[in-house]
């Protein structure tokens, strides 16, 4: 089969690698109708992560189901399905509290797995993938390839975040997580939802998902700009989606005193001050999106067009321009690139 390797920072390759077959009784094979690549693909391609040896890509994911272990009980070939960009059993303890994202036999897809490829062994296969209703029609797929991730990174920065009808909302980033996030705050009823961004095309995709209002600076600056918008107080709910320090600090000082921070950027060197998170008083929730825990709802909001959370892709490739797709993202040409398979 094809798939995208990454060799050296900045070096995507798409070559042939071995047929995957199933492995454990529990796997599931399926077949890739479409895959992306996210934000986070970027730290190892731009080399601020190191990979030691190639490695194939990819973590999010949709497609047929092609072949199943003799103990998978809740899928069969032909279904179409949605996965988690971890693996879960979905019965261990933490997965049962929510937390599939850390669950005891988990992995993730990015490490183990590759998902930017014709076709992927899924372990744990029934605690990992979602069925739809039906094969969705080609205008869903890119929406619930969102589901994978993003969307659902973004909805858990929401729910963490404890956004509530009613509520103020602030959303640090304006990647295909914090417009996701947008969308989330949106469906969960906030009253107000203030993005920050600085790129037109991205406030306008957040204004489409349900923004209020848009603020164009950063940092403290951004900070006095939520507190002017808030009578001084700040935002109920922020969603922190980019991972430095400087997000980090920005989603911290945007909450008001009581107030909470959905944290889900992939934490880059971040480093907390105590003194001040002490006197915060701001409740920090957040981590590795447990997908698997919203996928049955983001699934029915997809297929019954409540909700468009594909329009985040602004490019579509096919697999075998997957270098293309990377560059593009790396160069912020594109938001996020869909690849088909
Ligand atoms: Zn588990």
């Known amino acids: 089969m094809r798939a995208a390797v990454l060799h050296a920072p900045g070096d995507v390759r798409v070559e042939e690698r071995p047929d995957p077959r199933i492995e454990q009784p529990t796997d599931a094979v399926i077949r890739l109708t479409a895959t992306c690549v996210c934000g986070s693909d970027l730290w190892p391609y731009r080399g601020i992560e190191a990979i030691n040896e190639p490695t194939q890509m990819g973590h999010e994911y949709v497609g047929v189901v092609e072949e199943v272990g003799s103990e998978v009980r809740t899928l069969a070939p032909g279904d179409f399905v949605v996965g988690s960009f971890v693996i879960s059993d979905n019965t261990c303890e ?3 509290a929510g937390y599939q994202s850390r669950c005891v036999n988990g992995e993730f897809v990015s490490m183990t797995i590759g998902t930017q490829a014709e076709k992927a062994r899924i372990p744990l296969a029934d605690g990992t993938l979602v069925t739809t209703p039906d094969v969705p029609s080609d205008d869903l797929v890119p929406s619930l390839l969102t589901a994978s991730d993003v969307l659902g990174t973004g909805w858990f920065a929401a729910v963490a975040a404890d956004v509530q ?10 990647g295909a997580v914090g417009l996701l996030g947008v ?5 969960l009823g906030a009253e107000r939802i203030i993005a920050f961004s600085r790129h037109e095309s991205r406030q306008q995709l957040a204004r489409e998902f349900g923004a209020t209002d ?9 900070v006095a700009e939520i507190k002017e918008l808030t009578h001084g107080l700040g935002a109920h709910s922020v969603i922190e989606a980019v991972g430095t320090q400087e997000s ?12 909470h921070v959905g944290y889900v950027g992939v934490s880059h060197d971040v480093s907390l001050p105590g003194d001040e998170l002490f006197f915060s008083a701001v409740h920090l929730h957040g981590g590795p999106a447990p997908v698997r825990r919203f996928l049955p709802e983001l699934i029915d909001l997809i297929t019954r ?3 468009d959370p594909g329009k985040v892709f602004d490019l579509s490739l096919p697999l075998d321009q997957a270098a293309e797709g990377y560059r593009a993202m790396d160069e912020r040409r594109a938001v996020k690139a869909l690849l088909t398979v």
Do not use: S
């Open 183 to 187: 969308l989330a705050a949106r469906q």
């Open 165 to 174: 009808p009613g509520k103020t909302v602030a959303v640090v980033g304006d």
């Open 248 to 259: 980090m600090m920005q989603a911290i000082r945007a909450t008001r005193p009581g107030g």
């Open 305 to 307: 067009r409540a909700i």
């Open 214 to 222: 848009i603020v164009t600076t950063r940092g403290d600056e951004g």
């Open 94 to 96: 933490i997965c049962r």
